[in-house]
């Protein structure tokens, strides 16, 4: 599968960022991560917005994770929400 380019959209519908991945959800992932809790992302090249709402949560560090991980780290979590067709 191609990496695609997911455009993050704000409520105004300015595109503030770009997130690549082979998927939408791995996308909105990385834009979890980065603090974002209503992601809507535009498929570069399609008319296509993938809508997620998305959070952080922290858990505790996976068993076997290397000595210089901090003991909580950040997860992101995000739910598909639907899809929105551009004009």
């Not at 498929?43 to 809508?51: A, L």
Request: hydrophobic fraction near 35%; charged fraction near 35%.
């Amino acid at each position: 599968a191609e990496m695609r380019n997911f455009a993050l959209r704000d409520a105004q519908g300015n595109e503030i960022g770009v997130f690549t991945g082979k998927s939408p959800r791995q996308a909105a992932l990385k834009a979890a991560n980065r603090g974002y809790t209503e992601i809507k992302l535009r498929e570069r090249g399609t008319k296509k917005v993938h809508i997620f709402s998305g959070e952080r949560v922290q858990v505790d560090k996976p068993a076997g994770a290397p000595a210089w991980m901090p003991d909580k780290i950040w997860k992101p979590k995000v739910k598909k929400e639907g899809i929105e067709k551009l004009d």
